[in-house]
């Protein structure tokens, strides 16, 4: 009876902390885009200085395309929660779902169009949308799905990329876009809030609409929901939990595995799209799979359960501390801010995401501490189903 409870405690936990890692290595990345034109430049190429290209390669390999994918599974891990507790409780999901998902893209668009272009809610919205007319296959047929959809398209599209560089090299290599680099300085560094404004609507749709890119988004986001379902009802937490030694290997199979992939643009040549493409669209969720398991299975003993429960605590909050993350980085860097926007180096960004992210963590932690869900989690939850609580 201990060991079940035990197991269940790390379960939950682990959820938890997942939540929390992969928000704050979203936040790493993002906070590329916050100070500097990210969209539109090649950054092997755009950073000059040893230390900084040092600490880029250090969140190509490690971070990039490996915390988002975390992310959306633990969206579609939460959803399939959400569905069976429903279905117990009074037979239908879908309209909650339809309200969930409903105050979720309209948050995602008020994010993307007055705070920062990249916001991830909206296209997290649609995919939920999706979602809801899966969530009631099996286990095996949602894991089986997500992983067809993921990497079926990825090893072709991979391929087909790889064949062109092969074909024709000059067109494969990574440009960086110089109107639009300049277009994004003038604006954030020292436009008037209507002109950010402007130029933040046109970076989310060259981002979202723009040559197809929004099916692109749905690709490589929708397969991660299909996962993260079939992850819960198929109980591998638990599963993991329950075997940690295994746990271990599947870390360490996949972690090597990952980073293989992951290394491939700093080995065979950072600048072809191929490369930079099977990095992160297979390379990236190898190695998110991998920190999963390594989560999980930390999570079993005391002392790293312990040492891991600050991100737990930020977890808890990630709605809020997502969208706190875009409204200081957006103040910090945007011309009706402080002006920062490309006068920092990289370095410098990773310093102030730790800071930030470490006070985040501070005060998700006095506020669960008070409180049952954090605030913007509050008034999801009261849009979604009428009440508090």
């Given amino acids: 009876m201990q060991q079940v409870q035990q197991n269940e405690?790390?379960?939950?936990?682990?959820?938890?902390?997942?939540?929390?890692?992969?928000?704050?290595?979203?936040?790493?990345?993002?906070?590329?885009?916050?100070?500097?034109?990210?969209?539109y430049y090649n950054p092997y190429e755009w950073w000059k200085t040893s230390q900084d290209l040092l600490a880029f390669s250090w969140i190509d390999v490690f971070v990039q395309a490996s915390f988002y994918p975390?992310?959306?599974?633990?969206?579609?891990?939460?959803?399939a929660m959400q569905h069976e507790k429903a279905i117990k409780k009074n037979g239908m999901f879908v309209w909650t779902g339809i309200r969930r998902f409903s105050f979720l893209l309209v948050l995602g668009l008020l994010h993307?169009?007055?705070?920062?272009?990249?916001?991830?809610?909206?296209?997290?919205?649609v995919c939920g949308f999706l979602l809801l007319f899966f969530l009631r296959f099996s286990s095996r047929l949602l894991l089986s799905m997500g992983l067809v959809l993921l990497f079926v398209p990825a090893v072709m599209l991979g391929l087909l990329l790889f064949l062109s560089a092969l074909s024709d090299p000059y067109n494969s290599l990574f440009w960086t876009d110089i109107a639009s680099v300049s277009q994004s300085i003038a604006a954030y560094g020292s436009g008037s809030y209507v002109e950010v404004t402007v130029q933040r609507i046109s970076d989310w749709t060259n981002n979202n609409v723009t040559d197809g890119a929004f099916l692109f988004q749905l690709m490589t986001i929708f397969p991660f929901l299909?996962?993260?379902?079939?992850?819960?009802?198929?109980?591998?937490?638990?599963?993991?939990?329950?075997?940690?030694?295994?746990?271990?290997?599947?870390?360490?199979?996949?972690f090597t595995a990952g980073l293989m992939l992951k290394g491939i643009p700093h080995v065979l040549g950072p600048?072809?799209?191929?490369?930079?493409?099977?990095?992160?669209?297979i390379g990236g969720p190898v190695l998110a799979a991998s920190y999963a398991a390594l989560i999980v299975y930390l999570s079993t003993f005391d002392r790293p359960a312990k040492l891991l429960s600050p991100f737990a605590q930020a977890g808890?909050?990630?709605?809020?501390?997502?969208?706190?993350?875009?409204?200081?980085g957006s103040l910090i860097f945007y011309s009706y801010g402080l002006g920062f926007y490309g006068q920092i180096t990289l370095r410098t960004g990773i310093l102030l995401c730790v800071t930030i992210f470490a006070v985040q963590v501070i005060v998700s932690g006095l506020w669960m501490n008070r409180f049952k869900r954090g605030p913007m989690e509050a008034i999801w939850r009261l849009f979604?189903?009428?009440k508090r609580g």
């Fill in 384 to 386: 979604t189903y009428g």
């Fill in 226 to 254: 299909l996962i993260g379902a079939g992850a819960y009802k198929q109980r591998i937490i638990e599963k993991w939990t329950a075997k940690p030694k295994k746990t271990l290997w599947i870390f360490a199979l996949l």
């Fill in 70 to 79: 975390l992310f959306a599974a633990m969206f579609g891990f939460g959803a």
């Fill in 316 to 328: 808890k909050m990630s709605l809020t501390n997502y969208l706190m993350q875009s409204v200081l």
């Fill in 112 to 125: 993307a169009f007055f705070i920062w272009p990249g916001d991830i809610l909206f296209n997290y919205a």
């Fill in 271 to 281: 600048s072809h799209i191929a490369y930079m493409y099977i990095q992160d669209a």
């Fill in 9 to 39: 405690t790390a379960r939950i936990v682990s959820i938890d902390v997942l939540r929390g890692l992969s928000l704050f290595g979203i936040f790493l990345v993002n906070m590329l885009s916050f100070h500097s034109p990210y969209f």
